[in-house]
């Protein structure tokens, strides 16, 4: 079993910058992949960004390729999602989720955090 909790989320202007964070605990966490998602109101969940705890490059959604930056520390079992130049259009609740997938491949069991409001004003 994981537990993810989020938090970090807010009212930006736009240009602005966020960093969302997500706790996870579990015993076996080192062996999952970690995404964050988004979901607009009215829209469906989306993809935002994928990293494993084993290390190699995050995978991002083009929409937000260049602006957002995922990492993660294995120390305090915990991942962060750095949002830069933020846009109207990155207004969401952001998800955490956990699965043992590979970094573009979602296996489930999946876990998801209860989710953080990302609010960019323009």
């Known amino acids: 079993q994981v537990q993810l909790v989020e938090s970090g989320g807010g009212l930006v202007q736009a240009g602005g910058s966020l960093r969302l964070s997500c706790a996870a605990s579990?015993?076996?966490?080192?062996?999952?992949?970690m995404r964050w998602f988004r979901q607009a109101p009215g829209k469906e969940r989306e993809f935002v960004a994928a990293?494993?705890?084993?290390?190699?490059?995050?995978y991002y959604a083009d929409s937000v390729k260049g602006r957002f930056t995922m990492s993660g520390d294995n120390a305090k079992n915990t991942v962060y999602l750095q949002m830069n130049s933020l846009k109207p259009e990155d207004t969401a609740v952001y998800y955490c989720e956990a699965d043992r997938g590979l970094l573009r491949t979602i296996t489930p069991p999946r876990y998801w955090g209860p989710g953080t409001q990302v609010t960019v004003s323009s």
């Open positions: 990293i494993k705890w084993s290390g190699g490059a995050p």
């Open positions: 579990g015993r076996t966490i080192s062996s999952y992949t």
